[in-house]
T-cell receptor, first 110, second 114 residues
Framework: AQRVTQPEKLLSVFKGAPVELKCNYS??????LFWYVQYSRQRLQLLLR??SRESIKGFTADLNKGETSFHLKKPFAQEEDSAMYYC????????????FGTGTKLQVIP | EAQVTQNPRYLITVTGKKLTVTCSQN?????MSWYRQDPGLGLRQIYY???????DKGDVPEGYKVSRKEKRNFPLILESPSPNQTSLYFC?????????????FGQGTRLTVV
């Protein structure tokens, strides 16, 4: 079975401080990992996926297979980063089930 | 404009009265899926579809049905809704498997079953 754990329901940081949103996963095979973001009253959006190795809006995430983690990081938080963030996992290969974590609300304090 | 459209946006119904939530995408994506979002539980996948006439269960399929007769449409059917299906529902399409990188979500359907 595949599982995604986001241990923090709420993370509050000051503007300009570094951000790290934690994501741990459990899956016996080769996973594909994603981060999604949901701004207030907006649709869920794909932020990044590990296979792309992109940096979106200053966020990066590295897949650590040894620690089974996919933490989302940003060196300097901005107020507009305040949102709900979801980590998700899907078995690699494209057309598979997707499992989401319970989400972490990021609050950036001005 | 690339988009995923769900209808209706809001729905209040009574227990046992069959309903359908429609979902349509205009990006020719093969992969589509349905999720429900509940406080404290995040998003949970209900069903997904890899292509026309190909569907499979997600984590919480009980009480739901789907169909994929056309590539663009993926309706969610509740044959006999119950109050525990009160939730916020999202449809999504994704170009996975085709080299694309962006998944699109619908605007959500807030369903209340009384």
């Amino acid at each position: 079975a595949q599982r995604v754990t986001q241990p923090e329901k709420l993370l509050s940081v000051f503007k300009g401080a570094p951000v790290e949103l934690k994501c741990n996963y459990s899956y016996s095979g080769s996973p594909e990992l994603f981060w999604y973001v949901q701004y207030s009253r907006q649709r869920l959006q794909l932020l990044l996926r590990h296979i792309s190795r992109e940096s979106i809006k200053g966020f990066t995430a590295d897949l650590n297979k040894g620690e089974t983690s996919f933490h989302l990081k940003k060196p300097f938080a901005q107020e507009e980063d305040s949102a709900m963030y979801y980590c998700a996992l899907s078995p690699s290969g494209g057309y598979q089930k997707v499992t989401f974590g319970t989400g972490t609300k990021l609050q950036v304090i001005p | 404009e690339a988009q995923v459209t769900q209808n209706p946006r809001y729905l209040i119904t009574v227990t046992g009265k069959k309903l359908t939530v429609t979902c349509s995408q205009n990006m020719n994506h093969e992969y589509m899926s349905w999720y429900r979002q509940d406080p404290g539980l995040g998003l949970r996948q209900i069903y997904y579809s890899m292509n026309v006439e190909v569907t499979d269960k997600g984590d919480v399929p009980e009480g739901y049905k789907v169909s994929r007769k056309e590539k663009r449409n993926f309706p969610l059917i509740l044959e006999s809704p119950s109050p525990n299906q009160t939730s916020l529902y999202f449809c999504a399409s994704d170009p996975r498997g085709t080299g694309g990188s962006e998944a699109f979500f619908g605007q959500g359907t807030r369903l209340t079953v009384v």
